[in-house]
């Protein structure tokens, strides 16, 4: 029988330093940000799904990484110390590179987590 897992995203913006006219507010950026991330949902959850067949962890995966102003670049992805580690290196990897159009001229610094949960097997 295969376990499903569910994904549940929690998401909370740290911070976008500076501010300017041309500047998105903290929330548009927070939830661009949020938008971004989830193209990489079916990613993340092969990341578990693989963890499953071998670890079977739960709980969750944080990340904090910066928003490379003017190219809108995710950079510097480091996975919090309480993670799985090789579910965290997977979540890492996926969103490692992402780009966010249009980018901002601030530089954006965020933190991520994702809930991992292993669900009632299937009927």
């Known amino acids: 029988m295969k376990t499903q897992a569910i994904l549940g995203v929690l998401a909370a913006f740290a911070a976008v330093l500076g501010g300017c006219a041309s500047a998105m ?5 927070s939830a661009n940000t949020r938008k971004l991330l989830d193209t990489k949902s079916d990613a993340i959850k092969a990341c578990y799904d693989a963890d499953l067949k071998t670890a079977k962890d739960a ?5 904090h990484f910066k ?7 995710i ?10 580690a090789a579910l965290g290196a997977c979540v890492s990897h996926a ?3 992402l780009v966010l159009a ?6 954006g ?3 991520f987590s994702w809930d991992f949960s292993v669900g009632p097997p299937p009927p």
């Open 25 to 29: 507010t903290p929330e548009v950026y």
């Open 67 to 73: 928003v490379q102003q003017e190219s809108g670049k």
């Open 95 to 97: 969103i490692d590179g």
């Open 109 to 111: 610094v965020a933190t």
């Open 75 to 84: 950079v510097d992805v480091k996975v919090d110390g309480n993670s799985p």
């Open 102 to 107: 249009p980018p901002d001229p601030n530089e």
């Open 59 to 63: 709980g969750s995966v944080t990340v």
